[in-house]
T-cell receptor, first 111, second 117 residues
Framework: KQEVTQIPAALSVPEGENLVLNCSFT??????LQWFRQDPGKGLTSLLL?????REQTSGRLNASLDKSSGRSTLYIAASQPGDSATYLC??????????FGKGTHLIIQP | GAVVSQHPSWVICKSGTSVKIECRSL??????MFWYRQFPKQSLMLMAT?????????EQGVEKDKFLINHASLTLSTLTVTSAHPEDSSFYIC?????????????FGPGTRLTVT
């Protein structure tokens, strides 16, 4: 059974810092990996989707990498802003199956 | 494109009653829809997978007689929580997959918050 772990569980940094969120998964036979953002009491906002054949994806200040063989992904956030404060979820997909989510990293960017 | 809606966005019901939640794909055909549940301060857990025209497949530990899922068309799936109890209070989120996409990307609805009193 696939298990997804996210480290750290919580992170608080001053505005402007670059930061890295980590995600690891136990079964490397995945179709894709997706990073989401969730604001309190809200649904999910998809940030980046990496197919299993890809190594990384970039969107604005966000960069996500995937090392499928080692079961790891990182989400890099450059020049963090208070508006980036949210819970970040990593999820892996097994093709036709649903996604398996990690427990998330609760991020606070201090103004 | 690829918008998924859910209705209602929140609902309060009394213990013992049933509640129906709708999930719609607005601008694409969803051959498969997924239902997830999220308890406070927890991550999302997959409850069931529903394919259009077929019976839903439930994850281990999810009672199929309690959580009735219907996926009668390519744009609509419903989740009915029967005889709801306070422990069913949760955030329910659906997602849908577009049959045209080869990479299995799922698009998520905004979620429905259920409170059972």
């Amino acid at each position: 059974k696939q298990e997804v772990t996210q480290i750290p569980a919580a992170l608080s940094v001053p505005e402007g810092e670059n930061l890295v969120l980590n995600c690891s998964f136990t079964d490397s036979a995945i179709y894709n990996l997706q990073w989401f953002r969730q604001d309190p009491g809200k649904g999910l906002t998809s940030l980046l989707l990496i197919q299993s054949s890809q190594r990384e994806q970039t969107s604005g200040r966000l960069n996500a990498s995937l090392d499928k063989s080692s079961g790891r992904s990182t989400l890099y956030i450059a020049a963090s802003q208070p508006g980036d404060s949210a819970t970040y979820l990593c999820a892996v997909g097994g093709g036709a199956d649903g996604l398996t989510f990690g427990k998330g990293t609760h991020l606070i960017i201090q103004p | 494109g690829a918008v998924v809606s859910q209705h209602p966005s929140w609902v309060i019901c009394k213990s013992g009653t049933s509640v129906k939640i709708e999930c719609r794909s607005l601008d694409f055909q969803a051959t498969t829809m997924f239902w997830y549940r999220q308890f406070p301060k927890q991550s999302l857990m997959l409850m069931a997978t529903s394919n259009e025209g077929s019976k839903a497949t439930y994850e281990q530990g999810v009672e199929k007689d309690k959580f009735l899922i219907n996926h009668a068309s390519l744009t609509l799936s419903t989740l009915t929580v029967t005889s709801a109890h306070p422990e069913d209070s949760s955030f329910y989120i659906c997602s849908a997959r577009d049959r045209r996409l080869a990479f299995y990307e799922q698009y998520f609805g905004p979620g429905t918050r259920l409170t059972v009193t």
